[in-house]
């Protein structure tokens, strides 16, 4: 990967293969240890990013870290802060945030990453565009040769605007499913609106996609976050890497 900067801790053999979550955890804790007390830190959204909230909220209960506030994600990080008695605030009184740590789907070389598996994707992109550094948190499962590999691009829709949005995605070259909750009731995202999960194929020119994107109205926001990561923390079976974006 670009801008490696490897700070790998050795392995050991012996122990049995560690599971996805446990390196989700892996990578949480570390990128928490970016962290410095006085910080407004951006809180993601997704088992990645929560496991980061309750390493911060233990960092803070022991002492280590002070006067920290944090811009949520979604509900589920809000009140995952709440619980750990992290001090929320908002972009009125902090119209900068220092530090986010965030989950990823899909993350290339370029450190460009597909995000809203967990339908929060629109208001992670604000917190990512306001924010200082934005530091993603993944397994090594999500590193890829090319956004749109393993994942589709969420595209978080207006309702009203469903079925001629689909038609748009799909002259883009996209096979589209609006995403559905395990019920089979339709997914709404904490806006109200719809989420159509769009399957590229392997994305040759991202920005060309998310610019078609970003132009059709109906479309709120689409999952392609480019050029806005500064760091990537990936733990792997050999170790957590930290990856840092060249300037
Ligand atoms: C939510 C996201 C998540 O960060 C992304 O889906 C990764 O989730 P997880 O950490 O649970 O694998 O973008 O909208």
Not at 38 to 64: D, N, P
Request: charged share 20%.
């Amino acid at each position: 990967m670009k801008g490696e900067l490897s700070t790998k801790m050795p392995s050991n053999q012996s122990k049995p293969p560690k599971t996805q979550d446990e390196l989700k955890r892996e990578a949480a804790q570390a990128a928490v240890s970016l962290i410095e007390s006085g910080m407004v830190v951006g809180l993601g959204h997704g088992t990645t990013a929560l496991h980061a909230i309750h390493y911060l909220g233990q960092r803070m209960q022991t002492g280590e870290l002070r006067n920290i506030r944090a811009i949520p994600c979604s509900r589920q990080a809000e009140d995952a802060a709440r619980d750990l008695g992290i001090q929320l605030t908002d972009f009125r009184e902090a119209p900068l945030i220092d530090i986010t740590i965030d989950g990823a789907d899909e993350v290339d070389a370029d450190f460009n990453v597909i995000k809203g598996g967990g339908g929060a994707l629109l208001r992670e992109k604000v917190v990512a565009q306001n924010t200082r550094r934005e530091v993603i948190v993944v397994d090594e499962s999500k590193l890829s040769p090319r956004l749109g590999t393993h994942w589709a691009v969420p595209i978080e829709t207006l309702p009203f605007a469903c079925h001629p949005v689909t038609r748009y995605l799909e002259n883009l070259g996209g096979n589209v499913t609006q995403r559905n909750k395990p019920a089979g009731k339709p997914f709404y995202s904490e806006q109200g609106n719809y989420i159509l999960d769009s399957n590229f194929g392997p994305i040759t020119d991202p920005y060309h996609l998310a610019a078609a994107l970003s132009t059709r109205a109906g479309i709120f926001d689409h999952g392609l976050f480019l050029g806005l990561v500064h760091d990537v923390v990936v733990a792997s079976q050999t170790g957590v890497r930290f990856l840092h974006r060249p300037c």
